[in-house]
């Protein structure tokens, strides 16, 4: 099985069928080690194989598949790798932070407060709602720093499947903490306190990575 079960669907253009593919991998619909079939692929997807091969082309390019015996197949992160990942975003995102600190409008500053009662909450009810709001919320911090390259790149290092398979892996302990940095965060970028806003970022970062690696590995 190289995805979920075909349903009809138009036509999609290579841009479509690339971002289909990348969510597959992204959201762990398409596990670590699967084959991507360009023939299974066309088919489920309504396409010829040249989209298809131009799109696992990109995720190649992007480092989530590889090549081994002649096919491709998603790829399976060592510690190491995940570790080298979230390095660089707990660098970026932590600049990110700072700046947004800086540079981020009231208007902007208001949309990441109101995000607060969400990304605060310490009860497991709201965690699945919370997964999916977390990209947003932290895009809204990136965002407010007004560096849409330094925006680009924090997603591309946030886009892999053990970040999405992450949250439903929280214990209370895990969320309780994981709250009160996301406060913390919202407390520093509104005191437009730059240094502490990028430590508390830092921290974030590096406390999931804790996560990922004890859950994951």
Do not use: C
Not at 41 to 68: F, H, M, W
């Amino acid at each position: 099985m190289t995805g979920p079960t075909p349903t009809p669907r138009l036509p999609l253009r290579s841009e479509e069928v690339y971002r289909t593919l990348r969510e597959e991998i992204d959201d762990g619909l398409v596990t670590p080690g699967a084959p991507l079939v360009e023939d299974e692929i066309a088919q489920r997807l309504g396409v010829s194989r040249t989209p298809v091969r131009e799109s696992i082309q990109r995720l190649a390019a992007d480092g989530l598949v590889v090549s081994r015996r002649r096919r491709w197949v998603v790829r399976s992160f060592t510690p190491e790798e995940v570790t080298d990942i979230y390095e660089v975003r707990a660098a970026l995102e932590s600049h990110a932070a700072r700046l947004a600190a800086l540079r981020a409008t009231p208007e902007q500053l208001a949309a990441i407060e109101a995000q607060r009662p969400l990304m605060t909450g310490e009860s497991r009810e709201v965690l699945v709602e919370r997964s999916r709001a977390n990209d947003e919320f932290h895009d809204l911090v990136t965002g407010a720093s007004g560096n849409e390259r330094l925006l680009r790149t924090i997603r591309d290092h946030r886009l892999f499947h053990f970040n999405r398979r992450l949250a439903v892996m929280y214990e209370e302990e895990h969320l309780r903490t994981s709250s009160r940095q996301h406060g913390q965060l919202v407390d520093a970028l509104v005191a437009r306190d730059a240094e502490a806003a990028a430590e508390v970022a830092r921290v974030h970062v590096e406390y999931s990575l804790g996560i990922v690696l004890e859950k994951l590995f």
